[in-house]
C-alpha cells in the first residue's frame, strides 16, 4: 500500500485540478449576482438560485442551439464511423499495391493544422452552394465513389460467395454492373438536390457536418485496433463462405466494440465543442451550435456571471454524460490501440 500511495495522491491532485473548474462553474451559476463575481470566489452556495438556468435559457435560444449542436455531433459521429471502419479494414485486411505508402500519406493529413484548410473548405461549401457548381461537382464525387466501389468490389471479391455471383453471370459483371445502377441514382439524387439548392450551401446542417465526415485519426485508431484481430479468423471466415463484407459485419465490427466507443466519443466530443467553423458557415440562429450560443450568452449577459455560468453547465451536461456512459470503452479502446502497430 505504501508503494502505491504517492501513485495515488498524484492522481487525486491531478483529478482535483481538472474538476475544480467546474466545481467553480457550478457554484458560480447557482449564487446571487454580488456572490458569482466576488473575491475570493465563493466554495460553496448555501441558497442556490436555480432560476439562473431559466435566464439562461430565455437570454439567448440555448434550447435551439444544442438541438443543431446534438444534429451536427451525431451526423458527424456516424459519418466519421462508417468512413473510418471502412478504410481502416481495407489497411488492414486487403492486400494491395502501395497499401502501406498509401497509409503513410493518409496519415500525413494529421500533420495539416486545421486552420490551414479552413480556407479551401469554405470555398468548397461557398461554390456548391451554386446550383450548377454544385451539380457538377456532386455529381463527380459521387460517380467516383461509385466506381471506386466497383473497383474495390472487384478486388475485394465481396461478391464472391453471394447469391448474386451463384448465376451464370461472372462476379466482375454483376461488380461492374451494380457499381453503375449506384451511379446512376446517386447522379438522379444529385442532380435533384442541386436543383432545389440542397447539396450544399452556408447556413445548413451540410455545411456544418459534412466537411467532417472522415478523419484520418478515426482510420488511424481502428485500423491499429483491427491489426489486433488474428488473420486465422479471416481465414476460417474464408473457409466458411465469408466474403470481406460479411467478416466485417458479423465477425470484425463485433470484437472491435471498445475502438468503436472510443471512437464515437471522440467525434462527438469534438465536434460539439466546434466553435470557428459553425461561427463562419452559420448567420442565423436557425443552424447556430451552442457554443456560439454561449458566446452570444457572454456579450449579452456581460454583468451577469451567474447566467453566464448556468448556459456553460447546460452545454457541458450532453458531453458529461457522454463521457460517463463510454469512459470504459474509451479507456479499452485506447490502450487497444497502442498495443500493436
Given at each position: 500500500?505504501?508503494?502505491?500511495?504517492?501513485?495515488?495522491?498524484?492522481?487525486?491532485?491531478?483529478?482535483?485540478?481538472?474538476?475544480?473548474?467546474?466545481?467553480?462553474?457550478?457554484?458560480?451559476?447557482?449564487?446571487?449576482?454580488?456572490?458569482?463575481?466576488?473575491?475570493?470566489?465563493?466554495?460553496f452556495a448555501p441558497d442556490p438560485q436555480f432560476v439562473n438556468f431559466k435566464k439562461a435559457m430565455e437570454a439567448v435560444p440555448l434550447g435551439r442551439y444544442m438541438f443543431n449542436s446534438f444534429i451536427q455531433s451525431g451526423a458527424i459521429t456516424i459519418g466519421?464511423?462508417?468512413?473510418?471502419?471502412?478504410?481502416?479494414?481495407?489497411?488492414?485486411?486487403?492486400?494491395?499495391?502501395?497499401?502501406?505508402?498509401?497509409?503513410?500519406?493518409?496519415?500525413?493529413?494529421?500533420?495539416?493544422?486545421?486552420?490551414?484548410?479552413?480556407?479551401?473548405?469554405?470555398?468548397?461549401?461557398?461554390?456548391?452552394?451554386?446550383?450548377?457548381?454544385?451539380?457538377?461537382?456532386?455529381?463527380?464525387?459521387?460517380?467516383?465513389?461509385?466506381?471506386?466501389?466497383?473497383?474495390?468490389?472487384?478486388?475485394?471479391?465481396?461478391?464472391?460467395?453471394?447469391?448474386?455471383?451463384?448465376?451464370?453471370?461472372?462476379?466482375?459483371?454483376?461488380?461492374?454492373?451494380?457499381?453503375?445502377?449506384?451511379?446512376?441514382?446517386?447522379?438522379?439524387?444529385?442532380?435533384?438536390?442541386?436543383?432545389?439548392?440542397?447539396?450544399?450551401?452556408?447556413?445548413?446542417?451540410?455545411?456544418?457536418?459534412?466537411?467532417?465526415?472522415?478523419?484520418?485519426?478515426?482510420?488511424?485508431?481502428?485500423?491499429?485496433?483491427?491489426?489486433?484481430?488474428?488473420?486465422?479468423?479471416?481465414?476460417?471466415?474464408?473457409?466458411?463462405?465469408?466474403?470481406?463484407?460479411?467478416?466485417?459485419?458479423?465477425?470484425?465490427?463485433?470484437?472491435?466494440?471498445?475502438?468503436?466507443?472510443?471512437?464515437?466519443?471522440?467525434?462527438?466530443?469534438?465536434?460539439?465543442?466546434?466553435?470557428?467553423?459553425?461561427?463562419?458557415?452559420?448567420?442565423?440562429?436557425?443552424?447556430?451550435?451552442?457554443?456560439?450560443?454561449?458566446?452570444?450568452?457572454?456579450?449579452?449577459?456581460?454583468?451577469?456571471?451567474?447566467?453566464?455560468?448556468?448556459?456553460?453547465?447546460?452545454?457541458?451536461?450532453?458531453?458529461?454524460?457522454?463521457?460517463?456512459?463510454?469512459?470504459?470503452?474509451?479507456?479499452?479502446?485506447?490502450?487497444?490501440?497502442?498495443?500493436?502497430?
Amino acid at each position: 500500500m505504501a508503494r502505491v500511495a504517492p501513485t495515488y495522491a498524484l492522481l487525486i491532485l491531478g483529478a482535483a485540478i481538472v474538476i475544480l473548474p467546474m466545481y467553480l462553474a457550478l457554484v458560480a451559476s447557482l449564487l446571487p449576482k454580488e456572490d458569482a463575481i466576488s473575491y475570493p470566489p465563493k466554495l460553496f452556495a448555501p441558497d442556490p438560485q436555480f432560476v439562473n438556468f431559466k435566464k439562461a435559457m430565455e437570454a439567448v435560444p440555448l434550447g435551439r442551439y444544442m438541438f443543431n449542436s446534438f444534429i451536427q455531433s451525431g451526423a458527424i459521429t456516424i459519418g466519421q464511423l462508417t468512413t473510418s471502419v471502412l478504410a481502416a479494414y481495407a489497411f488492414a485486411f486487403m492486400r494491395f499495391p502501395l497499401r502501406n505508402f498509401l497509409f503513410v500519406l493518409f496519415l500525413s493529413t494529421l500533420m495539416v493544422p486545421w486552420e490551414a484548410s479552413i480556407i479551401p473548405n469554405f470555398q468548397t461549401v461557398q461554390m456548391m452552394g451554386d446550383p450548377p457548381a454544385g451539380l457538377a461537382v456532386a455529381v463527380a464525387a459521387l460517380v467516383g465513389l461509385s466506381v471506386a466501389a466497383g473497383v474495390t468490389a472487384l478486388l475485394a471479391g465481396a461478391f464472391r460467395r453471394g447469391g448474386l455471383a451463384r448465376g451464370r453471370v461472372p462476379t466482375p459483371v454483376v461488380a461492374v454492373l451494380l457499381g453503375v445502377v449506384a451511379g446512376i441514382l446517386a447522379g438522379g439524387v444529385a442532380w435533384r438536390a442541386a436543383v432545389d439548392g440542397m447539396i450544399l450551401s452556408l447556413d445548413s446542417y451540410q455545411a456544418l457536418t459534412i466537411p467532417f465526415l472522415a478523419t484520418a485519426f478515426g482510420t488511424f485508431l481502428m485500423r491499429q485496433h483491427f491489426m489486433t484481430i488474428p488473420l486465422e479468423l479471416r481465414d476460417a471466415a474464408a473457409i466458411d463462405g465469408y466474403g470481406h463484407l460479411s467478416f466485417l459485419w458479423r465477425v470484425v465490427l463485433p470484437l472491435s466494440k471498445p475502438a468503436l466507443g472510443t471512437l464515437a466519443v471522440f467525434a462527438f466530443l469534438q465536434s460539439w465543442n466546434q466553435y470557428l467553423w459553425p461561427l463562419l458557415v452559420t448567420n442565423s440562429d436557425t443552424y447556430r451550435t451552442v457554443q456560439i450560443g454561449l458566446a452570444g450568452l457572454s456579450s449579452q449577459e456581460i454583468d451577469s456571471l451567474n447566467v453566464v455560468m448556468a448556459g456553460t453547465i447546460i452545454a457541458l451536461l450532453p458531453m458529461l454524460i457522454v463521457i460517463v456512459l463510454f469512459q470504459r470503452q474509451l479507456v479499452r479502446g485506447l490502450m487497444q490501440g497502442a498495443l500493436k502497430g
